[in-house]
């Protein structure tokens, strides 16, 4: 018996969720008309059909047991509704994820597509944020974000306790940084995005409880500048006290 649990997020829409579980359910119990009335044209001919029937003998083997909405992407353009649901289940082999991708006009979505990737453990304990068994590289990232975060915070703090003129806009610029570079904790994967600003020149995010945190560093230009301007200004005035 195939158990929905409850979704914490924000609800995709009830028409896709109904058909996307309606599909995995019908694979679970290897009710193949049930399959065939929700799959799209170009996944009942008759290679396409095997490899359907492929996919529920697998799920008939592992026996889901639980079934939970743990993320989506849906796009409209014009009459066309595209929609990939994924879920999280257990089966006798363990935690797994599971992609079903919609296609059709609003009110009749058929399944074109799905995919599937076994997990070691709960997708939120897969992501989890732990310092144990990391690269080099990551800490290295994690104590760059946490340093340059400190120079920025730090210098918008102290900024307004000096008497340098506009200081409380220098403190503004002072919180930001440029050329972003992003690390996914969980799998390592890495991007730099060169024109960018980015605020307190670090971030530490995830989309929801299930997808990996994104740490993301910056060279902080705003307090680089701000501190250029505090030494360039106090010089003037030792000069100004020395004339």
């Known amino acids: 018996m195939l158990a929905l649990g409850s979704c914490s997020l924000l609800k995709a829409p009830p028409d896709d969720q109904a058909v996307a579980e309606r599909f995995l359910t019908s694979l679970v119990a290897a009710d193949s008309q049930s399959l065939a009335r929700e799959l799209d044209t170009n996944l009942t001919s008759p290679q396409s059909w095997l490899q359907v029937l ?16 743990i993320g989506w992407n849906i796009a409209t353009f014009n009459t066309d509704h595209v ?25 009749a979505m058929r399944v074109r597509g799905f995919h599937w990737q076994f997990l ?7 992501n989890r944020f732990a310092l144990s068994g990391k690269p080099i590289g990551a800490y290295l990232v994690l104590v760059l974000a946490l340093a340059m ?36 904790w969980t799998t390592g994967a890495t991007a730099l ?11 530490f995010q995830r989309v929801s409880n299930y997808a990996p945190w994104i740490i993301s560093v910056s060279f902080p230009f705003g307090a680089m500048l701000a501190w250029r301007r505090i030494l360039a200004w106090r010089r003037a005035k030792r000069s100004e006290a020395a004339g």
Do not use: H
């Open 54 to 69: 492929a996919v529920r003998d697998s799920f008939d083997l592992w026996q889901p047991d639980s079934l939970r909405l």
């Open 83 to 107: 929609a990939d649901l994924t879920y999280q289940l257990f089966t006798t082999r363990g935690w797994m994820i599971a992609t079903v991708n919609l296609k059709g006009a609003s009110g």
């Open 149 to 184: 975060a400190s120079i920025s915070l730090g210098t918008a703090l102290y900024l307004p306790f000096t008497d340098l003129p506009r200081r409380w806009a220098w403190a503004a610029l002072a919180l930001l940084g440029c050329t972003r570079f992003d690390l996914n």
């Open 120 to 126: 070691p453990d709960r997708l939120d304990r897969v």
């Open 193 to 203: 995005q060169l024109l960018t600003l980015q605020l307190f020149s670090a971030g």
